[in-house]
């Protein structure tokens, strides 16, 4: 079993930063790939970044490119998303979650465990 809580939401004028962080309790999160999504009023849950097990290796929408970074700290078991440049576009509530499967790490179907979600608001 895997908990996940974030936390590092609030309210950010256009071109600001954000750093959300994820942070788990359980002895087996560090063999987990963790993943980023994000889900706007009247709009799908979609897949922002995620990271592997080992942070070796990690993938991010074309949307967030070049101005989202993921990183991890097994020993903290956190998970952060810094988040620059921030756009009115990017206003949604931000989940991570947490997948023990290898595979796409943008597919939100292999992540079995999920946190509360933390409220990111852009202002224009």
């Known amino acids: 079993q895997v908990q996940l809580v974030e936390s590092g939401g609030g309210l950010v004028q256009a071109g600001g930063s954000l750093s959300l962080s994820c942070a788990a309790s359980?002895?087996?999160?560090?063999?987990?790939?963790v993943g980023w999504f994000r889900q706007a009023p009247g709009k799908a849950r979609d897949f922002v970044a995620a990271?592997?097990?080992?942070?070796?290796?990690?993938a991010y929408a074309d949307s967030v490119k070049g101005r989202f970074t993921i990183s991890r700290h097994n020993a903290k078991l956190t998970v952060y998303l810094q988040m620059n440049s921030l756009k009115p576009e990017d206003t949604a509530v931000y989940y991570c979650?947490?997948?023990?499967?290898?595979?796409?790490?943008?597919?939100?179907?292999?992540?079995?465990?999920w946190g509360q979600g933390t409220q990111v608001t852009v202002s224009s």
């Open positions: 359980g002895d087996t999160f560090n063999n987990y790939n």
């Open positions: 979650a947490a997948s023990p499967f290898a595979g796409s790490m943008s597919y939100a179907d292999l992540y079995g465990y």
């Open positions: 990271i592997n097990w080992s942070g070796g290796t990690t």
